[in-house]
């Protein structure tokens, strides 16, 4: 049983960054329509900058987490200024094209600026050790859980009451609708590639704090793709949730099964969901964006 419980405890711990990340691509697909195929590089970059930042100013876990959002929020508003917006009106294929020459872009960027080497983001208490349920758990671990149940009850208010997170679920409804209704799609799609470079940001610097820094963190875009794939594209607090369940059904599959069957767990769980539920767990039934 403690075997067990720790499975599920480290499970949920990479669960929340992949549930972050998994957002991320859901709040950029319920504004635009589109996926963004560069998350991961989003998040790899904002979390060697903040590392930057964190080591120049010598920051704790809180700073750390706040720098992550401003770096990773500004960088994503910069994306879509220069690359995105131009692209406006253009053949959807051809948008998720430039997201994928980005990706690649933003790679070379990171290899060339920090180089391949692994490095080791140390926050001032991450490391230490805290019991649960028997199982000694990181100061980091139990943060990016809290971090993610604190950023899905801020969108569920978000998306609920706030004026702009009505204007948002208007223009993925109907964008045409929605801005003869006065609404700027071009800023509620700016604050959409903000809010989800900010939440790949944050999966970013914990995966970096909890596992190591490395040009390699790019994976946890394709890693936390299954889950929002399980979620629904149009749920973004569904995407959050599924995060979670990839992450522990990955490690149980893991640690009872196969290492190497790991990998493939949530690909594999996704299968078999969206042969029931074609929509994903949290979607809607019907989804005309492609």
């Known amino acids: 049983m403690g075997y067990f419980t720790e499975l599920v405890l480290s499970g949920l711990a990479i669960g929340a960054i992949y549930g972050l990340m998994a957002m991320s691509f859901a709040v950029i697909y319920k504004a635009t329509g589109i996926v963004n195929f560069s998350q991961g590089e989003l ?6 900058s903040s590392w930057s930042i964190a080591v120049t100013l010598g920051t704790g876990g809180i700073v750390t987490v706040v ?8 960088l994503g508003m910069l994306c879509e200024r220069l690359i995105m917006r131009p692209m406006l009106g253009e053949p959807v294929l051809s948008v998720v094209l430039v997201t994928v020459g980005l990706a690649v872009v933003l790679r070379a960027i990171v290899t060339m600026v920090w180089g391949a080497a692994p490095r080791k983001f140390e926050v001032a208490g991450a490391d230490a050790v805290v019991h649960v349920l028997g199982t000694g758990m990181r100061v980091s671990q139990l943060g990016v859980i809290g971090v993610l149940l604190l950023v899905l009850a801020g969108f569920w208010w978000f998306l609920r009451y706030s004026r ?3 204007a948002m679920r208007a223009v993925a409804a109907d964008e ?13 799609q700016s604050v959409a590639w903000a809010c989800a470079s900010a939440l790949a940001g944050l999966a970013g610097v914990f995966f970096a704090v909890i596992y190591g820094l490395s040009p390699m963190i790019y994976e946890l875009g394709l890693k936390a793709f299954p889950a929002t794939v399980l979620g629904g594209f149009d749920a973004v607090i569904g995407a959050g949730f599924s995060g979670l369940v990839i992450g522990v059904f990955e490690n149980q599959v893991g640690g009872y099964l196969s290492s190497i069957l790991k990998d493939v767990a949530g690909f594999v769980l996704i299968l078999v969901v969206l042969m029931v539920r074609p929509f994903g767990l949290f979607g809607e039934k019907r989804i005309e964006r492609v």
């Not at 998040?43 to 060697?48: D, I, N, S």
């Not at 720098?67 to 500004?74: E, F, P, T």
Request: with cysteine; glycine share 14%.
């Open 176 to 188: 045409n609708t929605a801005r003869l209704m006065g609404i700027s799609t071009a800023r509620v």
């Open 164 to 166: 702009f997170g009505v």
């Open 67 to 74: 720098i992550a959002l401003v770096c990773g929020a500004l």
């Open 43 to 48: 998040g790899m970059l904002t979390a060697y």
